[in-house]
């Protein structure tokens, strides 16, 4: 499926040999990560459900060599082993590296491992042993990039149903994913939240608390691999919304928070940003909003929110954004501003290039959709989609439903990659950036097959319903027993420490 919007191009990721769709499956819960030193090598990472009927889902992926028109879909990280909740970054030196949630049928363990592929994520080696990642649920990782003495540390943590038991954690590894060092509990319990690194390496952690309570933890030994990593600022933050599980995704969460740093070397250097599609008090569905701190995680701007058309009872959800090299900001959600029926969504786009204080015009970079269609057993379509951001765009993966199946009489979901820019659709990835500092690690021998030619006939292009442009004002299992899903809600109830709704592994 080759999917074009009002001059967006979205290319299908999760193809067969021949670059066509493969009909019954399901891939949702997509991440990207791009090799800064040539930047037309990507990989996404996915849920990968070949039958349907089941919650059982393995760790697929796909890669690409030309910048996103034509994708390889390999296979999954290991055949029939339970998967979900894939994470993807690369390194300065373009080596790609993936964090996988393992189980098992009865969801009875909650064990992380990571995966390396030094060829352009044509193949991973495991570099920790099955399970040997700790981490749980719902983990995000990053990387250490700095020249510091924590370059190439890697940091993740999870929602509290992990390896150990020991509520909402934090993990380090100091060699490259192959050994991770003891759990060490969070401060305040923040889930369902990235992590990054500042230039003065800095690790901080954004998440959701409970109600409308967000924090930012900061701990600045985690650099220094002879200190066992402690947390020295935790800081409350208001995006003016909580954190939402069902409505319009099914049993699935209808956004995370996304916390990421400004790396530019300007003025804007080392501001935090955190944004998240939210629910605000007295409303039912979500805005995408969003905060920033210039004083290192102290203190948090007033929530602004970013999607321009206005209207409360439009969903926007699964927001999410990256910052460029040079400080610009791109975020991506999905939006039902335009659908009649209030569930057909579309992606839409803004940038900012004054830190977030305004935002460009909200515009829409894909087809409509329905979401509820090609769910698999576990009905959902994934709990976030991604972006990763170079000096002129953006690349985005997300999960939609273009493709018809008709054995099931509905469309199905499947990964997609599409360019954003400021300039408009159809931007080329740029191919190379500067040299990396660091020294690379030698890159293994490609074993996978040339990428396939995609020859899928495109599919033809809704009329396009206009876009709201209004000023913004700045401002699972098979066979087993997983835990009980409550009725879907609005917004997950208060708690210190959750005891989290239908867990959205």
């Not at 515009?363 to 379509?381: D, L, R, T």
């Amino acid at each position: 499926m080759i999917s074009v919007y009002d001059g967006f191009i979205s290319y299908q990721a999760n193809v067969d040999q021949n670059g066509q769709n493969i009909l019954g499956d399901a891939a949702n819960e997509c991440v990207i990560s791009v090799d800064p030193t040539n930047l037309s090598r990507m990989t996404i990472g996915w849920r990968q459900f070949y039958d349907v009927t089941s919650n059982f889902r393995q760790g697929g992926w796909g890669y690409t060599t030309d910048g996103g028109v034509h994708w390889t879909f390999p296979g999954v990280l290991q055949n029939n082993v339970f998967r979900s909740d894939p994470v993807t970054k690369s390194d300065e030196v373009g080596q790609f590296f993936y964090l996988s949630l393992q189980s098992n049928q009865q969801q009875s363990f909650f064990c992380d491992d990571l995966w390396r592929s030094t060829n352009g994520g044509q193949t991973w080696v495991e570099q920790s042993p099955d399970r040997g990642g700790g981490g749980g649920d719902k983990e995000w990782f990053t990387i250490d990039k700095t020249n510091g003495p924590g370059h190439g540390f890697q940091y993740q943590s999870d929602d509290g149903f992990n390896c150990s038991g020991g509520g909402v954690e934090f993990q380090r590894s100091t060699n490259g994913g192959v050994t991770w060092q003891t759990p060490i509990a969070v401060p305040g319990s923040p889930i369902y939240g990235t992590l990054d690194v500042d230039t003065n390496g800095n690790l901080f952690i954004g998440g959701w608390v409970s109600g409308s309570t967000f924090r930012c933890v900061r701990s600045s030994n985690a650099q220094i691999g002879g200190q066992t990593p402690t947390f020295d600022q935790n800081t409350a933050v208001n995006l003016g919304g909580t954190i939402v599980q069902g409505g319009i995704n099914g049993v699935g969460l209808c956004g995370q928070l996304f916390l990421a740093i400004d790396r530019s070397g300007g003025p804007t250097n080392n501001n935090i940003y955190m944004l998240a599609s939210v629910e605000p008090s007295g409303r039912s569905t979500t805005d995408v909003m969003f905060v920033r701190s210039t004083d290192g995680g102290l203190t948090f701007s007033a929530p602004l929110r970013i999607n321009d058309d206005g209207l409360a009872n439009k969903w926007h959800w699964f927001g999410t954004f990256a910052v460029a090299p040079n400080g610009r900001l791109d975020a991506v959600w999905y939006d039902s501003r335009n659908a009649s029926n209030n569930t057909d969504s579309q992606l839409f786009y803004s940038y900012s290039t004054d830190a977030g204080v305004t935002w460009s015009a909200n515009v829409a970079v894909s087809n409509p959709f329905n979401p509820f269609e090609g769910y698999p057993n576990q009905n959902k379509i994934g709990d976030y989609i991604t972006i990763v951001s170079d000096n002129t765009g953006g690349n985005v993966a997300y999960s939609a439903t273009f493709n018809f199946n008709p054995n099931r009489g509905q469309h199905e979901e499947d990964v997609y990659y599409v360019r954003v820019s400021p300039s408009g659709g159809a931007t080329p990835t740029p191919t190379a950036t500067a040299s990396p500092t660091a020294t690379a690690t030698a890159t293994a021998t490609s074993t996978a097959t040339a990428t396939a030619t995609a020859t899928s006939t495109p599919m033809a292009t809704a009329t396009p319903t206009a876009t709201a442009t209004a000023t913004l004002s700045p401002s699972a299992t098979p066979t087993g027993t997983p835990r009980a899903t409550p009725t879907p809600r609005t917004a997950p109830t208060p708690r210190i420490r959750p005891t989290p709704p239908p867990r959205p592994v």
